[in-house]
C-alpha cells in the first residue's frame, strides 16, 4: 500500500498535532468569513481535514493506535472538514448535476424511435422528477450535517476539540491514552 507510510509511528501523532493546531487557529484567529486570508485558511484547514479522516480510516485498518486516539483525530477531522462546507449548498449542485447527466445519458444512448417520442418535454419532465427525487433526500442529510457543522465549528467546541487533540497526539508519543489516563 503507498499510504502505509502514514499509519506507522509517529506520523499520525504529528498529523493529529498539526491538526490540532489548525483548529485551534480555526477557533482563535477566524474573525470575518469574508477576509481572503481567512478563506484561505479555511481551505487548508479542509485539506487537513481529508488528511485526518484518510490518516483515520488507514490507521484504523492497520491497528496500533488504541481507540481513545482513533476517536479523537476522526473527531478533529470531521471538525476542520465540515467547517468550510456550512454554507455551500451540495444538494442543490448534485441534484443538478445527476439529472442533467441522467437527460444527456438518455438523450445520447437512446434509440431514435423512442427518443423523437421524448424530445423535448419528455426528457424535461425527467429531468424535473430526478431532480426533486434526488433533491429533498441530499437536502435533508445536508441539513443534518449542517446542522453538525454550526455545532462542531462553534469556536468553543473546536478550541475544545483542538486542546483534546493535542493532548491525545502528546500523549500518544509517549505510548499512552487520554483513554488510559481516565
Known amino acids: 500500500m503507498a499510504l502505509e507510510f502514514l499509519t506507522q509511528h509517529p506520523v499520525p501523532s504529528v ?6 493546531i489548525a483548529l ?3 477557533a482563535l484567529l477566524r474573525r470575518e468569513d469574508t477576509m481572503i486570508a481567512d478563506k484561505v485558511f479555511l481551505i487548508i484547514a479542509f485539506v487537513f481535514g481529508i488528511v485526518a479522516l ?11 493506535y ?3 486516539f482513533l476517536v479523537v483525530f476522526a473527531i478533529t477531522g470531521f471538525v476542520l472538514f465540515l467547517k468550510p462546507l456550512e454554507n455551500i449548498t451540495w444538494s442543490l449542485i448534485l441534484a443538478l448535476a445527476i439529472a442533467g447527466l441522467v437527460v444527456y445519458l438518455l438523450y445520447k444512448f437512446l434509440p431514435e ?8 418535454w419528455g426528457l ?15 437536502r435533508a442529510l445536508e441539513f443534518v450535517l449542517d446542522f453538525l457543522a454550526k455545532i462542531i465549528g462553534w469556536r468553543p467546541v473546536a478550541f475544545i476539540v483542538s486542546i483534546l487533540a493535542f493532548i491525545e497526539a502528546t500523549l500518544s508519543f509517549f505510548g499512552s491514552s487520554i483513554g488510559d489516563v481516565l
Do not use: E, K
Not at 498529523?15 to 490540532?20: F, K, S
Open 15 to 20: 498529523i493529529l498535532i498539526v491538526c490540532a
Open 24 to 26: 485551534m487557529l480555526l
Open 54 to 64: 484518510v490518516v483515520t480510516g488507514l490507521t484504523f485498518l492497520n491497528g496500533g
Open 66 to 68: 488504541r481507540t481513545a
Open 113 to 120: 424511435p423512442i427518443l423523437s417520442w421524448l424530445v423535448p
Open 124 to 138: 424535461i419532465i425527467i429531468f424535473f422528477i430526478l431532480f426533486l427525487v434526488i433533491f429533498f433526500p441530499l
